[in-house]
């Protein structure tokens, strides 16, 4: 048995740079681990090729939908390998909320696959298979901070950022992400040069945005009134992650709790080269 912890991300600036005749959309995003995590528990079956899930949360989907058992499918079909897997998700980062919960279970688990079979694949090759099922599933195979591009799989590992003083915000709502990108008006994307805004986050003067928050307001206007609230606090920034509808927000304020939303303490995480994190 193995047990992994399956940390959440966020978007530190993510910009839509156009959309693509496949119907996606390339994107230029600082992606950043959080210690914010779930926990996994795996075992692996060689003479018995079923798969079985179980999961804390019962609105999580435990069938071949969750992306745990589409990453055990992906694992066999790369490889060929016969196994079956017994895996036991300890649920603890909302969902629908851009923190990157399910990726992260898919990549935790071929993380935790390679590992139950002897380590036969490097982390690289677990990275470039892992985009067929998610565009954000690769990102977790970096140290924890990673510029992305292309859909989002394309990733360029980056030292750690400094430390800041981080909360989470996830309201009661949330948003499907293929519903945020539709609603997108591509005539309104910010101009921001994404290789500008990443130098100044480097040099430790970053600027923070996501083109996906306004097609997220327009979806559910109460989190344009959420985030004037979190502002309201004092908080010097307070951004969506990814497509939403969850929030993160920087400065040396402690937030009251807020009515119908979940909220976290957390900080940055990255993990050492051998190690998952
Ligand atoms: O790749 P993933 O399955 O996470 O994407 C979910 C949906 O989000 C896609 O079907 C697509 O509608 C949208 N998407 C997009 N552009 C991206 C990533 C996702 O349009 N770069």
């Known amino acids: 048995m193995l047990t992994l912890r399956s940390p959440a991300k ?34 692996i079956n060689k003479h018995y090729c079923a798969d079985h899930l179980t999961c804390t949360d019962p609105t999580i989907p435990t069938d071949h939908s969750n992306l745990i058992l589409n990453a055990a499918d992906l694992f066999r079909r790369k490889t ?25 279970n898919a990549a935790t688990t071929l993380w935790a696959l390679n590992q139950l079979h002897g380590s036969p694949f490097c982390p690289s090759e677990l990275m470039q298979w892992s985009a067929e099922i998610g565009s954000d599933i690769p990102f977790f195979f970096s140290h924890g901070t990673a510029y992305c591009t292309g859909r989002g799989e394309v990733v360029q590992c980056l030292s750690p950022l400094k430390q800041t003083n981080l909360w989470l915000i996830k309201p009661k709502n949330g948003l499907p992400t293929a519903a945020v990108f539709n609603q ?34 327009d979806l559910l206007p109460e989190l344009a009134t959420l985030k004037q609230k979190l502002l309201s606090f004092g908080f ?23 009515e119908d939303a979940l909220l976290y303490k957390t900080t940055f995480l990255n993990r050492s080269d051998e190690e998952w994190y």
């Not at 978007?11 to 210690?35: C, E, M, T, W």
């Not at 500008?196 to 986050?201: E, N, T």
């Not at 010097?236 to 939403?244: A, E, I, K």
């Open 10 to 43: 966020i978007n530190l600036f993510l910009k839509v740079v156009n959309r693509r005749p496949d119907g996606y959309h390339n994107l230029a995003s600082l992606f950043q681990a959080i210690d914010l995590s779930d926990q996994i528990q795996f075992s």
């Open 80 to 104: 060929g390998f016969a196994f079956g897997l017994e895996a036991h998700l300890e649920k603890n980062i909302p969902h629908q909320a851009g923190f990157g919960g399910g990726s992260s």
């Open 184 to 217: 997108l008006n591509i005539k309104n994307l910010s101009n921001h040069d994404p290789k500008q805004i990443l130098d100044s986050h480097i040099k430790k003067t970053p600027l923070y945005f996501n083109d996906l928050e306004q097609p997220a307001f």
């Open 236 to 258: 010097d920034t307070v951004l969506m992650s990814g497509s939403g509808s969850g929030f993160f927000c920087l400065g040396d304020v402690c937030p009251s709790t807020h």
